[in-house]
Structures are given as C-alpha cells and as structure tokens.
C-alpha cells in the first residue's frame, strides 16, 4: 500500500505513545532500542536493538525508513550528521535539535530573535573562574540564582538553585568532576509555569495547540490544565506566537512544546525548548480532534496537520509517579468504577520512586472537578491512598 | 506490573484496532494470525502463527494468555470447548458465540425471550424437501423471501434474496453442493437500518452506547451515523434495552452488536448479532470518551467499563472499501489539506475491490456536513475521484 516508515530513536514512554496514531494512519513505525524490554519495544513489532550513540548502529537502523525522528534529544550531532550526510530525512534536523540540546546555544537564539528569556550567562569549565563569574553574576541579577547544565538535564536534573557561595562551589565541583558545562541564570519570580505547542512540517505549515498550565513539584510536571485557567485571549496569543516564531525561526520539523514562566504582572518568559512530544500534550490524546502524537508523525512525514481543536472544555492529566506499589493492575478496579470517564495510560515500565510510569487524563466542564478526579487517581494508581 | 495478556484469536483489522486501547492500559495483546502480514501482526508484536481451527494450536496459543477473546466468530465450537476444559478463560464463552455463529440458534434464543424477529424456518438439508417448505414458508410470508446460510455468513455472503420459484432452486442446489445449511426468513419492509451496541463484563455491568443508523449498500455497511437521526428517546431506549436483555440472557461477555430493522411504523426487529467489537461502533475511536476497542478489553478482563459519553452531537463513520487504487497514501495529502478534522484509519491491507480495507470518521454538530465530509474522504482514499 505503499505506506511510509518512520524510525523512532529511543524506545521510551514517547515512542510507545506513536504506536496508537501509527496504527490509526496505517504509518509503520520502527524503534532503536537498546533493551527489548523499553517501553515501546513491547508494542512495536519492528524493534532494532542498537547503540544510539554509534554512527554505524544508528545509520544500519536507518536504513528502509522514510524518515527518522525522536523519543528524547539526548543523540548525538555526529550520529545526525552522518545520517544526513547518508541522505538520510531527519526530522527534527540536527540544525533545529541542537537548540533542545544545548541550553547555551538556545537562549543565543532566542536573543536574536527577541524573544524574553532569564538573563543567564555561560561559565567557563575551570572552577575558580567559574566560581568568579558566577558570583559576580548573582551580584547583579540578585540571590539566589540558577545553575544549569547546558546539556542533559531533563525532570529537574542538572539545575541546581544557588543560595550562596559555599553552595555554589559545591556545584562547581560537582560538574567539573564530572566534565559537565554550566550556564548561570537569574531565578524568575513567576508565579506559575505555561507550555505552548506546535506542530510544524518542513514545507512549513504549523498548527498552534491550546496553551495549557502545567504544574511541576521537585522539577518534575505533576499536572497540566488545558486550557491554561484564566489566560487572557491576547496572552494567549502571545504565547503561541513565541512557539510559532522558535518554530519557524530554527526550522522545528515535528512538535515543539516552549515552556513558559509566567510573571506576576502576565509577561511571559521562555524557560525551555523540547522538539518531541512533550508531557505538556499527553492530555490531546483523549483531549483533542488530533493528537500531539498524530500531528508529530504527520508533520514529520510532511503530511496536512490535523486539527488541535479539544472536545470539551477543560482537560486535566496527572502523571502517575512511582511510589513503592510494584503491581499497579489491581487499583484499575477502583479507579475505573469511581470514574467511568477516566483515560488511564501505563506505559510498561516498572515501578521506581519517582519515575513517570504513566499518566491518567479526565475531560470536563469544571476545572476543580477534574483537577479533583484526575489527582485522586494518579495517587491511587501509584498507591498513596489507602481506602 | 503484573499487567494481563490478552488472546486474540484472528489477526483482522478488528484485532489490529484492539492494539491501541492495549498500549493506553498497558495491556499485553497476543494475536492468533495465519500469516505474519495479517492486518493484526503488523501491529502486534506477540503474534503466534497457528491455525485457528486446529484444538492443539490454539489450546497452546492460549497458554500463558489470562483471557482469550476474538477477531471474528468463526471459530469452531470443538476448539472453543477444548479451551474452556483447559480452565483458560474464553470470552464470550462458546455458550454465548453459539449465538452469533449459527443464526438458527440465535432466532430460536429470541424468540424463547420474546424479542421481536422476522418471521423464519429452518430448512432441511435434502434440496427437494428444502424446495417444497420453502416455497410453503414463501406463500404464508410473501414473495420476495430471503434464505440465508445459518452459519458463516458476513457482509452480505451467505445471503440471497430471492424473487421466484428457478432462484430458489438454484440457490438450493449450490447450497447443497457447498454443504451449507439454509433457513427462509421473511423479507422484512424496514425503512432503515440501526445497530445497538453493549458491552458486558462476566460480573453483569453493562453499559450501551448510543444507537446508530448504519447505511448498507450490496449487503455491506458504507456508513454509520451516531447518534441514529430522528431517532426518538423511547425508541433509543427500546433498541437499548433490547441489546441489554440479549447480552444478559445469553451471558454475552464483551462487546456485542444488535443489527436491527427499524419498520415504517418506528418498530424494531432484530436482524443479525456481532459478539465483539463492531463495523457499527468504529466511530467511537475518535467520537466517544471509551471506544467499543477499549471496553471490549475492559469487559473480558472484568474491570468496570468506561463511560460510551460521544465527544460531539454528531460522528459519521465512512468504509473505505478498496477499488483499484494501490497506493493509498498520495490520497492522504488531498484529504488531510481539505479537512484538518478528518480522521483516517487504514487497516494494512492490500487493496482488492469491495473489501473493507480502513474506514474514516468525522466529528461535528450537523449530520449533513458530516456525511459530506466523510462520504468525500472515502471515496477519495479509494480512488473515486479525480479532481
């Protein structure tokens, strides 16, 4: 029938996520794996096992897909170039990824274009002038600041909030031990967090879904409100213009979620850049006429992007976070008869303290109700009520 | 995360669409398939070549398996019963799909209940005593009569209409040759044609969704529109009920479809039964907060069902039925640009004229843009229109 395959890089909870629009669409879907047992390797009959970051290995995977994109950012630019010199349609391509990649290289970009960002400053690697510069940074943008690694950090990982300089060094030597780069920035007082998605194909078309709210503990989204509770119409805007102008400006392919501060007085400051489908759009799997997960495949096959249009007019998911309950099945019985209306998501991956094991989406009228249902059953699946 | 495996015993496109109401819940899918490109095994990576109709091949497909459930119901009864021995869990059970499977069984389980049925005879096997009660059976009902095979029929095979004495004969005669038992039944004056789906689970919950109009042509179903227009609170209900009542007095576990004949007069008599998911409820992927996929899983694990609540006052399901265009997707490009809300689904078949080989769905607030919006897309995807 002459249809496309799309190679995935990385088997997460992200990848596993593709195979329901894939199945919808008649799209095949490969996976680089490095486990046969990885989230989407239970559910994708193509599973290749490989190293994502040999050349060779991925460049093998490569092969007989139409297109190759992400699960995670985490590849490395000498394997994407080989596979573009190879001829191979990445998408995102390298050119656009290294702005998820890099957070240095990002807020670069974001200033050229004008778009607000934290002040930040990079630091050199070697201790004691980073420790100069850094303090002579929060001299100026104020205590307590930001530490970040300008690359890998993900859920709160490599960020670090300085109070002051016995902290700070502590940090310094941490990452210079482990050669990891740094950028300083100054601590945004907002007063809650936004995330604004596109979906953008290489000939250029994008769609703009719904800004949600999106509630993080510990660095790592709890929550997500779509659409963002009390957001203004021309906020609103803004936000999905910031996304649509990143978007075109380093020429995303695929979904694009901008992660937002938003101040006191509205003004909307850029935090982070994902080009994947990010946890900010699980909620448009039950929530929307077209999926962050459809809308990643067909723009990253250069197909019309569907509609982003929700079906009701609040919808609220809740990441289900590993406690201590290994056997999670057995609390489907009363979640499923407390809430008929419930989406629940598992993802297959076994059960650690604090890793995203899945996530649960309610659609409403009411965003208290549904704030309420949702957060009851992502603590019962985890196995924090007892009742 | 002690997560079951569901069996599935044919590797058709109803399987297939079982896999992403499976990959959401983090259930296991194996499929019985008797080839590797089967729509089902593209999409399932826990597929098991065997023959369906062989007791040791399926008896050790299922070991492992903690429910076994159905693509279709042409499975042997021997085979069904050879399982329930083993203690595997099969769903529907053979004393249910009997039901299904042989419609002279079906129309003596109506009757014993009192749901209404066109009038009918079972014919004997001799083709000249066949002959004579038939066209005994046709002067009390009336001329044109229908015969239909008691077994194995689907999308209008293994049903004739006939108008006189030479058609009858010749259809008794390839009838007997062929070895296949035949039963007359009144040629009923519906203006339309409804279908009520229920799903039940073994504990007896039950929930039905809203009854739809399906729109035949040659027997075979083109288009589905829900809620069914025009179509009167009691009645609904009616049609309802008669789904419940059938589903709890045949112990029915799983989906189940009640095709019905809706006469001039409004009333409703029962036609056909589909024990699992159906043609009838594709709309609910895309138009319902559970689609029929995800609570016929629900129900043969027993976990409480999901509410059938439909996103939009209208869906209409169109049938892609293959025609002579081989390569389907170039038509992805015309159809997703003109309608950025359409949903498509191809099952991952070659494409032959006639058969079913995807079906798309939209959603929206009046019937007739919706027809026009799906007829359009199906005809296109199956190269009817050049534009």
Same mark, same amino acid.
């Given at each position: 029938?002459?249809?496309?395959?799309?190679?995935?890089?990385?088997?997460?909870?992200?990848?596993?996520?593709?195979?329901?629009? %894939?199945?919808?669409?008649?799209?095949?879907?490969?996976?680089?794996?490095?486990?046969?047992?990885?989230?989407?390797?239970?559910?994708?009959?193509?599973?290749?096992?490989?190293?994502?970051?040999?050349?060779?290995?991925?460049?093998?995977?490569?092969?007989?897909?139409?297109? /190759?994109?992400?699960?995670?950012?985490?590849?490395?630019?000498?394997?994407?170039?080989?596979?573009?010199?190879? =001829?191979?349609?990445?998408?995102?391509?390298?050119?656009?990824?290294?702005? %998820?990649?890099?957070?240095?290289?990002?807020?670069?970009?974001? %200033?050229?274009? =004008?778009?607000?960002? $934290?002040? !930040?400053?990079?630091?050199?690697?070697?201790?004691?002038?980073?420790?100069?510069? %850094?303090?002579?940074?929060?001299?100026?943008?104020? !205590?307590?600041?930001?530490?970040?690694?300008?690359?890998?950090?993900?859920?709160?990982?490599?960020? !670090?909030?300085?109070?002051?300089?016995?902290?700070?060094?502590?940090?310094? +030597?941490?990452?210079?031990?482990?050669?990891?780069?740094?950028?300083?920035?100054?601590?945004?007082?907002? /007063?809650?967090?936004?995330?604004?998605?596109?979906?953008?194909? $290489?000939?250029?078309?994008?769609?703009?879904?719904?800004?949600?709210?999106?509630?993080?503990?510990? =660095?790592?989204?709890?929550?997500?409100?779509?659409?963002?509770?009390?957001?203004?119409?021309?906020?609103?805007?803004?936000?999905?213009?910031?996304?649509?102008?990143?978007?075109?400006?380093?020429?995303?392919?695929?979904?694009?979620?901008?992660?937002?501060?938003?101040?006191?007085?509205?003004?909307?400051?850029?935090?982070?850049?994902?080009?994947?489908?990010?946890?900010?759009?699980? !909620?448009?799997?039950?929530?929307?006429?077209?999926?962050?997960?459809?809308?990643?495949?067909?723009?990253?096959?250069?197909?019309?992007?569907?509609?982003?249009?929700?079906?009701?007019?609040?919808?609220?998911?809740?990441?289900?976070?590993?406690? +201590?309950?290994?056997?999670?099945?057995?609390?489907?019985?009363?979640?499923?008869?407390?809430?008929?209306?419930?989406?629940?998501?598992?993802?297959?991956?076994?059960?650690?303290?604090?890793?995203?094991?899945?996530?649960?989406?309610?659609?409403?009228?009411?965003?208290?109700?549904?704030?309420?249902?949702?957060?009851?059953?992502?603590?019962?699946?985890?196995?924090?009520?007892?009742?």
């Amino acid at each position: 029938m002459g249809m496309p395959v799309v190679g995935i890089i990385g088997a997460g909870q992200l990848a596993r996520m593709l195979q329901p629009a %894939a199945v919808a669409l008649g799209v095949r879907l490969r996976v680089l794996a490095a486990r046969s047992d990885e989230s989407a390797a239970q559910v994708i009959p193509d599973t290749v096992l490989g190293d994502q970051d040999d050349p060779q290995s991925v460049a093998e995977f490569a092969r007989g897909c139409d297109v /190759v994109t992400f699960d995670h950012e985490q590849v490395p630019a000498p394997v994407l170039e080989h596979l573009v010199e190879l =001829g191979v349609a990445v998408r995102p391509g390298p050119g656009a990824l290294i702005h %998820a990649q890099d957070k240095g290289v990002m807020r670069e970009l974001l %200033a050229s274009i =004008g778009v607000s960002c $934290p002040r !930040w400053t990079r630091l050199p690697s070697v201790v004691e002038s980073a420790f100069t510069e %850094a303090a002579a940074f929060a001299e100026q943008v104020g !205590w307590p600041f930001i530490l970040k690694a300008t690359r890998g950090g993900y859920d709160g990982k490599g960020v !670090w909030r300085i109070d002051d300089a016995a902290q700070l060094r502590e940090v310094l +030597d941490g990452a210079a031990a482990r050669g990891v780069e740094l950028m300083a920035e100054a601590l945004v007082p907002f /007063v809650r967090e936004l995330s604004a998605q596109v979906a953008r194909s $290489p000939h250029g078309q994008a769609v703009a879904y719904p800004v949600v709210e999106t509630v993080q503990r510990d =660095g790592v989204c709890r929550e997500v409100y779509a659409p963002a509770p009390g957001l203004d119409a021309d906020r609103s805007a803004e936000a999905q213009h910031i996304a649509l102008t990143i978007a075109r400006e380093i020429d995303v392919t695929g979904m694009l979620a901008v992660e937002l501060f938003q101040a006191a007085d509205g003004a909307l400051i850029v935090n982070e850049l994902a080009m994947r489908p990010h946890n900010s759009g699980h !909620w448009t799997i039950d929530g929307a006429v077209t999926s962050q997960f459809e809308n990643h495949l067909r723009a990253v096959l250069d197909l019309p992007l569907g509609a982003p249009t929700p079906h009701a007019p609040v919808a609220v998911m809740a990441n289900v976070l590993g406690l +201590d309950l290994p056997d999670l099945y057995p609390a489907y019985l009363h979640c499923m008869a407390r809430d008929p209306g419930l989406k629940i998501h598992m993802y297959g991956k076994a059960v650690k303290p604090g890793r995203k094991i899945g996530h649960v989406t309610v659609l409403g009228a009411g965003l208290d109700d549904c704030v309420e249902r949702a957060r009851h059953a992502a603590a019962y699946l985890r196995g924090e009520i007892d009742e």
